[in-house]
C-alpha cells in the first residue's frame, strides 16, 4: 500500500507539472502521514542531510565553473581546437559540436551547460551553413549528454556520494563510455550529412593553422587536463578539482582572454546560482525520498518481486534498462539517480555487478532522457535555441537516441567498457 501512494502520488504530481523537488517532499510526506509512524521532521532532516556533504560541494562548483567558461570564452575556443580535428569530415559542423561537447563535458560535468555552452553559437553556425535547423538542434541536444558521461560528471559524484564508490573510480571508467557515445553520435551524423549532403566544414587543415589555433586555445585545453590530472595524480579530490576549476575559469576569463568583466562575471555568477539553487533543493528532498525507502526496506520489497519473476541476469538487467529509459523521461537524472539507486544496487549485487559498472549503466541510462520528451533539458535548451518546436526536434532526435540505447546494451552486458581502466 504506502509503494503504490508514495510512487502514485509522485507520478501525479509529476503529470500535474508541480516541481520534482516539490513532488518527492509531498508524495514522502503524504506515505509518513498515512503509512508510518515516522515523524514528518526526518524529511527536514535528511534533507540538510543530503545537501550537508563535502563531496556534495562538486556539483554547485562544477556549475559554477562551466558558466564562468561559457561567458570567459573558454567555450569557444574548445570548438576551434575541435574544428582542427573533425571539420574536414562530411558534415563538419555536426562533427565539430559533438567533439566539442566531449571536451567541454571534461570540463563543466553537465549536459545542460554542455548544450548551453556550445550550442549558444554552433546551433546559429550550422544553421547559417545550410543545415536544418531541427538537425542542428538534434545534433546539439544528444551530443550535450555526454557533459555528464565523460569526467568530472555530476551525476557520477551523486551515484558516488549514495553508495560509497569512489568518485575518482567513476571518473576514470566513465572515459571509455563517455568516447564511445561520442564516436557512435559522430556515425550517425555522418550518415545523416553524407544523404542530405551537408558538405565539410573546411579542407584538411596545415600544419601552421593547427599550431595558430592549439596556441590560441591552450588555456582552454589545459582545464581537463588540470582537472582529471589533479585527480587521478592524487593532488586534490573530486570536489576540491571543482573549486580549481571555478578559480581557473575565472582566472583565463578575466586575465588571459580578457572576456570577464565585472558585467559578465555577475551574470555568470547569477545564472549558475539560479540552477544551482533549484537542483540542491531538489537534492535534498530526493535525499528525504531515498532515506524513506531505505527505512521502509522498499528497495528489499521491490527486488524481492522483481527476482521473483525475472529468473535470468538478462532479463532483469533488460527490466531495469527500461525502467531507467521510462523515469529518465519524466525526472531529472540527478533526483532519479538517489531514488533509484538504493531500490536496484542490492540487486545487481545479488546478480554479481560491480557497483562500478552499474553506477555506468544507471548514469548513462538516465542521461538519455535529456533527450527525450516531455521533461528533456537538452531538447528544450536545444529548442529555445534553434527556434524550433519540440516535436520536429524528437523525430530528428530519433537515429541519435537509438545509437545512445545501443551504446547502453554494451555497457550493460560487457564490464570491458566500465572496468576496464580500472584494470578489473
Known amino acids: 500500500m504506502d509503494i503504490a501512494i508514495l510512487f502514485g502520488l509522485l507520478f501525479v504530481l509529476l503529470a500535474l507539472s508541480v516541481p ?53 570564452g573558454i567555450s569557444r575556443r574548445i570548438v576551434d581546437m575541435a574544428e582542427c580535428f573533425v571539420g574536414f569530415i562530411t558534415g563538419g559542423l555536426a562533427m565539430v559540436t559533438i567533439v566539442a561537447c566531449m571536451f567541454f563535458g571534461a570540463i563543466s560535468g553537465s549536459a545542460a551547460a554542455t548544450v548551453s555552452a556550445i550550442g549558444s553559437f554552433m546551433v546559429p553556425m550550422m544553421v547559417e551553413k545550410k543545415y536544418k535547423p531541427d538537425f542542428a538542434a538534434a545534433v546539439i541536444s544528444s551530443s550535450g549528454t555526454i557533459g555528464c558521461i565523460i569526467p568530472p560528471s555530476i551525476p557520477f559524484v551523486v551515484y558516488g556520494v549514495l553508495t560509497g564508490t569512489s568518485v575518482s573510480d567513476l571518473f576514470i571508467a566513465g572515459v571509455i563510455p563517455g568516447v564511445t557515445i561520442g564516436l557512435a553520435l559522430m556515425a550517425v551524423a555522418y550518415v545523416i550529412s553524407k544523404k542530405e549532403g551537408y558538405p565539410r566544414m573546411s579542407g584538411l587543415p596545415t600544419f601552421k593553422h593547427v599550431v595558430k589555433t592549439f596556441a590560441g586555445s591552450i588555456w582552454a585545453l589545459f582545464v581537463p587536463i588540470i582537472i582529471l590530472g589533479g585527480i587521478y595524480g592524487g593532488i586534490f579530490t573530486p570536489t576540491e578539482s571543482a573549486v580549481v576549476a571555478t578559480v581557473y575559469a575565472l582566472f583565463v576569463g578575466k586575465f588571459i582572454y580578457k572576456e570577464l568583466n565585472y558585467e559578465v562575471t555577475m551574470t555568470a555568477f547569477k545564472d549558475a546560482v539560479l540552477v544551482i539553487g533549484a537542483t540542491l533543493f531538489m537534492v535534498g528532498l530526493a535525499t528525504s525520498f531515498a532515506s524513506y525507502l531505505a527505512m521502509e526496506r522498499i528497495p528489499i520489497r521491490i527486488g524481492g518481486f522483481i527476482l521473483g519473476y525475472a529468473h535470468s541476469k538478462f532479463l532483469v538487467l533488460l527490466f531495469m534498462n527500461i525502467i531507467f529509459l521510462i523515469i529518465g523521461c519524466f525526472v531529472d537524472n540527478i533526483s532519479s539517480t538517489i531514488i533509484l539507486t538504493p531500490i536496484f544496487l542490492p540487486i545487481v549485487k545479488q546478480l554479481g555487478m560491480d557497483p562500478i559498472q552499474f553506477g555506468m549503466m544507471i548514469s548513462i541510462a538516465l542521461a538519455i532522457g535529456f533527450s527525450t520528451p516531455p521533461y528533456g533539458c537538452n531538447l528544450f535548451i536545444s529548442a529555445t535555441i534553434s527556434k524550433q518546436s519540440v516535436g520536429a526536434i524528437a523525430k530528428r532526435l530519433v537515429p541519435f537516441i537509438l545509437a545512445m540505447i545501443v551504446c547502453l546494451q554494451l555497457f550493460t552486458y560487457i564490464p570491458w567498457f566500465s572496468l576496464a581502466l580500472l584494470g578489473r
Open 20 to 72: 520534482i523537488g516539490i513532488s518527492l517532499g509531498i508524495a514522502t510526506a503524504v506515505t509518513i502521514l498515512t503509512c508510518s509512524h515516522l515523524p514528518l521532521v526526518l524529511i527536514a532532516q535528511n534533507a540538510f542531510t543530503g545537501m550537508d556533504s563535502f563531496p556534495m560541494l562538486a556539483i554547485p562548483f562544477f556549475m559554477l565553473a562551466g558558466s564562468l567558461m561559457t561567458y570567459g
